[in-house]
């Protein structure tokens, strides 16, 4: 399956294959191998291989090239039997260049032609007929969201599988006139190329799989026809959009461009403006973060409050044991620390999706060229670091669409310094601990403001850090930006609701067996300890205990308390506090600074745990525990400079095993990732360290 970017390509290889899907990787790159059976009949079953979009066979970036190695068979492991080709109706003659392209290297081509309806809207009428005539290859319009046209485009499959439908003899291009002499030299050392396949084995061969003898013998083709490449791809890039014009006039009437570009053309005036679009961009992300704050506050309470008010009933029901303790302190204490979050990841990445939906976020990137390009990074940059507020290993990813190589590395430094959705647990925490719950006007809340600050205040420092490391990483890459701005869509609302549930299933699963993990090791080491140290604790409560009974509540608090810090948890806490004081934080907070570098949110599960272990059974929050929490000397441990020194250390800290493994598998080195931990722990520690000092 081949096509352009935002084609369809994904949903219709979704739909046909549905849960018949592996995802490998192509052998030597970090590119997704996507490979799907399908069931034709009750004879034929295919297997799919997805290729990464592209809009040319002259490929610039890694993806591009792994799509154009298969399709000119020079793909060791992966041989094209037959290509289906996507393509956009609503983009038919950008789309029609690519397919023009396929059908040249005399592959069997069938074409599935999507957003038909989006065409429709924009007043495009397409001849069926007319165009397969033209094109000499099968075509199918199909809907894969609504299961549209997917019987016909497996029979069109079974004909070409058949070979009763045979792709055209004629080629788009003229061959003789662009490179005829050095076309017919390569056909003749090798008689079984296509014209338009000859080209390509006179431009690319360096890149191919052929033996030292092949490769000398087409340079020394080269040399003796004095064969062109620059201006034989630009000549033939003018000759088929001269015969797609020539198509297009024959198979497909459109509405009146100007009328149909006018919509968009009035919002990009506004929405692109360089003085009015930042400030919308900035109002957008402000609407953004209070909606997370405002719509999240009620059903957080109630699973918080929930959990609470579970653990003290059971903590009434239930027999005493160490059993019992592991469930109440140890798992539920676990559950409610993953729970409590979803509302608000879920309202966060379904605000983004319908973002995406509408075709804002491409603005984002057109917008942020200009800022991006001061600091060594260019548009292209912005989409793997707003991919980052949700997770920085999917967003590293992203990054292989950039084509210069210091581009791409300068990003893949500084996405993890991106606040992502683990660290959105730990800022609600905070914020609702040591920011007052006030309104301004009304309506405008200042944690939904200090929330904001947070994410801007991070994308802040990662432009700075790519800035300073841009001069010290050098490169002689040219770099360019071409983006396709989309049209403006509403937004699909079921597309959204399925964002959330799954970013739901994520967190709760993928997080949350790393959470539930943690806590109950967490409550084995915070319950235990050196057989002495716990045995003498007991001894010295028990005879207060016994000397003081109307005392007996007080010294049981004070027994809970010290037991906490001789447990196996207490000790390593006491280890790692001197290094951490300077930072505003105690013991439990060392614990938690260890226990969360596996993953951030882990943070929540841990304080649950231990404000779990340490107190009597009640009904109060996490929240009200930590709210309640002391210092020897009587000071809050949760203070303001403690609770901005905790969130400014979060947002740096490079706190993920998992970002890790993906930046040294994605710069196939350890130096990189290294780098990373070094400077960005370094880094949250300083200013952490100046946030504390300004505040207390």
Not at 103 to 119: E, F, G, Q, R, S
Not at 281 to 299: G, T
Not at 406 to 423: D, V
Not at 595 to 614: C, D, I, N, W
């Amino acid at each position: 399956m081949v096509g352009n970017p935002n084609s369809g390509k994904s949903s219709l290889f979704n739909e046909l294959t549905g849960l018949n899907q592996k995802v490998g990787n192509f052998p030597g790159v970090t590119v997704d191998k996507k490979t799907g059976v399908c069931k034709i009949n009750q004879d034929l079953t295919v297997n799919f291989i997805d290729l990464p979009g592209t809009y040319s066979l002259y490929p610039k970036r890694s993806d591009e090239w792994v799509a154009y190695k298969v399709l000119l068979n020079q793909d060791k492991d992966v041989k094209p039997y037959m290509v289906l080709l996507v393509a956009d109706a609503s983009n038919l003659k950008r789309n029609l260049l690519f397919c023009s392209q396929i059908i040249d290297l005399k592959i069997p081509v069938v074409v599935a032609l999507t957003m038909m309806d989006l065409a429709k809207q924009k007043g495009t009428q397409i001849d069926i007929a007319g165009l397969e005539r033209e094109l000499g290859v099968s075509i199918v319009p199909v809907n894969p969201r609504k299961n549209k046209g997917i019987p016909q485009l497996k029979k069109a499959i079974e004909i070409a599988h058949q070979n009763l439908h045979i792709a055209p003899y004629k080629d788009f291009i003229n061959s003789q006139t662009l490179a005829g002499e050095s076309i017919a030299a390569i056909q003749n050392y090798l008689p079984n190329l296509s014209k338009y396949t000859a080209i390509h084995y006179l431009i690319n061969h360096e890149n191919f799989l052929l033996d030292k003898n092949t490769q000398d013998a087409i340079e020394q083709i080269e040399i003796d026809t004095k064969f062109n490449p620059t201006k034989t791809q630009a000549e033939e890039i003018m000759q088929r959009y001269s015969r797609i014009k020539h198509i297009m006039q024959q198979t497909v009437v459109e509405s009146d461009p100007l009328q149909k570009a006018l919509l968009t053309e009035k919002l990009d005036t506004i929405l692109l403006h360089r003085t009015w679009g930042y400030l919308i961009l900035v109002a957008v992300l402000f609407i953004l973060f209070q909606s997370v704050f405002f719509l999240a506050q009620f059903p957080m309470d109630w699973i918080d409050g929930g959990f609470s008010k579970m653990s003290l009933w059971l903590t009434t029901v239930l027999p005493a044991g160490w059993f019992i303790d592991l469930f109440i302190n140890g798992i539920l204490a676990g559950l409610s620390g993953i729970l409590v979050f979803v509302p608000q990841i879920m309202i966060l990445f379904g605000l983004i999706t319908i973002l995406e939906d509408t075709g804002y976020m491409a603005r984002i990137s057109f917008l942020s060229d200009k800022l991006m390009r001061k600091v060594g990074l260019n548009g292209k940059s912005v989409m793997p670091m707003i991919s980052g507020y949700a997770c920085a290993v999917p967003a590293i990813m992203s990054a292989r669409n950039i084509e210069n190589k210091k581009e791409r590395l300068l990003t893949i430094l500084i996405t993890p310094l991106m606040s992502c959705s683990a660290r959105l647990p730990v800022y609600t925490i905070l914020i609702a601990l040591v920011i007052p719950s006030k309104f301004y006007l009304g309506f405008i809340s200042l944690q939904g403001m200090v929330m904001m600050l947070l994410y801007l205040f991070s994308t802040f420092i990662a432009l700075l850090v790519s800035y300073i490391l841009k001069w010290f990483i050098k490169s002689t890459e040219r770099s360019y930006f071409i983006l396709e701005l989309p049209m403006y869509r509403n937004p699909r609302w079921k597309n959204a609701l399925q964002t959330m549930l799954e970013k739901a299933k994520i967190f709760v699963f993928d997080a949350g067996k790393v959470i539930m993990i943690i806590s109950i090791l967490l409550w084995g080491l915070s319950t235990y300890g050196p057989k002495n140290k716990m045995a003498a604790v007991t001894t010295t409560y028990d005879a207060l205990v016994s000397q003081n009974p109307t005392q007996a509540a007080v010294f049981n608090k004070q027994r809970n308390t010290a037991l906490l810090e001789n447990s196996y948890a207490g000790i390593l806490g006491k280890t790692i506090e001197p290094a951490i004081k300077p930072l505003g934080y105690d013991w439990k907070i060392g614990i938690a600074l260890v226990t969360s570098f596996a993953a951030r949110e882990v943070f929540v599960g841990t304080m649950a745990t231990l404000y779990s272990v340490g107190e009597e059974a009640n009904d109060n929050t996490l929240k009200q525990k930590m709210a309640a929490a002391i210092k020897s000397d009587g000071s809050k441990v949760y203070s303001l400079a403690t609770g901005l020194s905790l969130m400014i250390f979060y947002m740096l800290a490079m706190q993920c095993m998992s970002t890790l493994a993906i930046v040294k598998r994605e710069t196939k080195t350890w130096k990189w990732p290294i780098f990373q931990l070094v400077y960005m722990t370094g880094l949250a520690y300083l200013l952490s360290w100046m946030v504390y000092t300004i505040f207390k």
